[in-house]
């Protein structure tokens, strides 16, 4: 079955840029009409959906993330991947990558997740 | 933007009772509503999607109900493996989680 790994960078100063990647095995990650998101959750609070991307390079973003969030996708490594520009300590959280599963953006479900990989920002 | 607010936020239960969360959307969401499971240190795992339907290999002891702004999560007899934060979502919105816990 598909599986997803998160990896990147567990700290990060304020003002750079987080990068990280999800790593998709047991399938191609261009196979099936799937979207593959990012969702992060800080310590202790709720879940945050932070953007998708279709193989193709369709992108969706949260509207509050938009102007620092870019999602891109490498498909000859398995691999989608995402950075977050202008950090500061509110965006120091558990990070998830999920494939998407439903056939429309009503229909935005995710499964399975990776395991996340926590992100801290600071100096 | 949609809104979900999840009750109670606390449900604090013992093993073998029935469980029944609350999920309710600001704004009609049709039956787009999905439900899923976080124990602590783990991924949220799918439970439900289109508000009724189980994903793959979640027991029969949960299910999904309702349409347009009220949705129900049951657990039909808590099993010691069900106490965690639940949570509902539409669309790129979480709720703010229900915490099952053992009473």
């Known amino acids: 079955q598909v599986q997803l790994q998160e990896s990147g960078p567990g700290l990060v100063k304020p003002s750079q840029t987080l990068s990280l990647t999800c790593t998709v095995s047991?399938?191609?990650?261009?196979?099936?009409?799937?979207?593959w998101s990012w969702i992060r959750q800080p310590a202790g609070k709720g879940l945050e959906w932070i953007g998708r991307?279709?193989?193709?390079?369709?992108?969706n973003y949260n509207p509050s993330l938009k102007s620092r969030v870019t999602i891109s996708v490498d498909t000859s490594k398995n691999q989608f991947s995402l950075k977050l520009s202008s950090v500061t300590a509110a965006d120091t959280a558990v990070y998830y990558c999920?494939?998407?599963?439903?056939?429309?953006?009503?229909?935005?479900?995710?499964?399975?997740w990776g395991q996340g990989t926590l992100v801290t920002v600071s100096s | 933007e949609i809104v979900l607010t999840q009750s109670p936020a606390t449900l604090s239960l013992s093993p073998g009772e029935r469980a029944t969360l609350s999920c309710r959307a600001s704004?009609?969401?049709?039956?787009?509503l999905a439900w899923y499971q976080q124990k602590p240190g783990q991924a949220p795992r799918l439970l439900i999607y289109?508000?009724?339907n189980r994903a793959t290999g979640i027991p029969a002891r949960f299910s999904g109900s309702g349409s347009g702004t009220d949705f129900t999560l049951t657990i039909s007899s808590l099993e010691p493996e069900d106490f965690a934060v639940y949570y509902c979502?539409?669309?790129?919105?979480f709720g703010p989680g229900t915490k099952v816990d053992i009473k």
């Open positions: 289109d508000a009724s």
């Open positions: 704004q009609s969401v049709s039956s787009y």
């Open positions: 991307i279709y193989t193709s390079g369709s992108t």
């Open positions: 979502q539409q669309r790129s919105t």
């Open positions: 047991g399938g191609s990650i261009s196979s099936g009409s799937y979207y």
């Open positions: 999920a494939r998407v599963i439903g056939s429309s953006w009503y229909s935005n479900w995710f499964d399975p």
